[in-house]
């Protein structure tokens, strides 16, 4: 007998809660931003916002459901369930945070402040929920599949994002490595960067298109559902060991990118988040490409 769906309402602390974590009350974080020239009402007025969308959702879950929620901070410990509708309550980032963890779930993406955040991942509105989840179960609503990008280490290491990989040094110092691409007839380049980036139709709205866009690149960025990916190094720095040849291109879905370590200690970490990151160290070898597994989410 199968069990009943699970909705796993994703949410993160909001910036008023911290403020207010911080400094003991609402009073002392209001003197705090006044002091920087900040008004508290606009940021207790988004927690409201934020709060109510959660609140709504919650109570549009149906009753045959079962329902549980997890903090941001949370999701690399939280055990989703193959039978789990995971709703993300918040902003775009939020989704690009849940979707590392996921194994096929499909997500529904609630904005909790439009006209403020872009909406291309949180699509739908609170109000929209108590339609929309018995929609998803049934299998009435449509699901785009988005492409995430995953990096190997040679050791078994494994780091998969919605959004980009980016691989360098902790701290953003100068990372030092040999990179090379799958087919390329072993073409190797030694380089020292501020580190390469690895992104997804997805991210095209975020980092990997600011990098994209300061390059000026007649490279065509990637739609969030096409098998492809873009990359690009960081301020490669040529010198007498290394070069500058191998500084930006294309990933089809069976391509990758190869670095392997010549530095004491590199990170690769995805959408931001530094905290869960590959630690890879002298002589190490981690290889970037499209990840098998994709995002479903509700269009």
């Known amino acids: 007998m199968s069990r009943a769906p699970r909705a796993v309402l994703v949410h993160r602390t909001t910036e008023y809660e911290e403020l207010v974590a911080r400094h003991g009350t609402h009073g002392q974080a209001a003197f705090f931003l006044a002091s920087r020239g900040r008004d508290i009402d606009e940021v207790a007025a988004r927690h409201r916002r934020t709060r109510r969308a959660l609140a709504e959702v919650a109570s549009a879950v149906p009753l045959t459901w079962r329902q549980t929620r997890v903090e941001r901070a949370d999701l690399d410990r939280f055990p989703f369930g193959p039978e789990d509708v995971v709703v993300v309550v918040g902003q775009d980032g939020l989704v690009a945070n849940a979707a590392k963890y996921l194994a096929g779930q499909p997500v529904v993406g609630i904005d909790t402040d439009p006209g403020r955040n872009p909406g291309v991942l949180v699509r739908h509105r609170a109000t929209n929920a108590a339609v929309l989840l018995p929609a998803v179960q049934a299998r009435g609503t449509g699901v785009d599949e988005l492409t995430m990008v995953e990096a190997v280490a ?51 709205t975020g980092w990997l298109r600011s990098v994209w866009q300061e390059r000026s690149s007649s490279l065509a960025l990637p739609s969030p559902s096409e098998a492809r990916l873009l990359w690009f190094v960081r301020e490669a720095w040529p010198s007498p060991a290394t070069g500058t040849s191998l500084v930006a291109g294309e990933l089809a879905a069976s391509a990758g990118l190869s670095v392997t370590v010549e530095s004491d200690r590199l990170i690769a970490f995805g959408d931001g988040i530094e905290s869960d990151a590959l630690e890879l160290t002298w002589g190490q070898t981690v290889r970037i490409g499209v990840c098998g597994e994709r995002l479903r989410l509700v269009g």
């Open 154 to 204: 040679d050791d078994t290491q494994r780091l998969v994002a919605l959004n980009e990989i980016y691989l360098g040094a902790a701290g953003h110092q100068t990372a030092r490595y040999r990179l090379g691409l799958d087919g390329d007839g072993g073409v190797v380049e030694a380089q020292a960067s501020s580190g390469v980036l690895v992104g997804t139709g997805a991210g095209a």
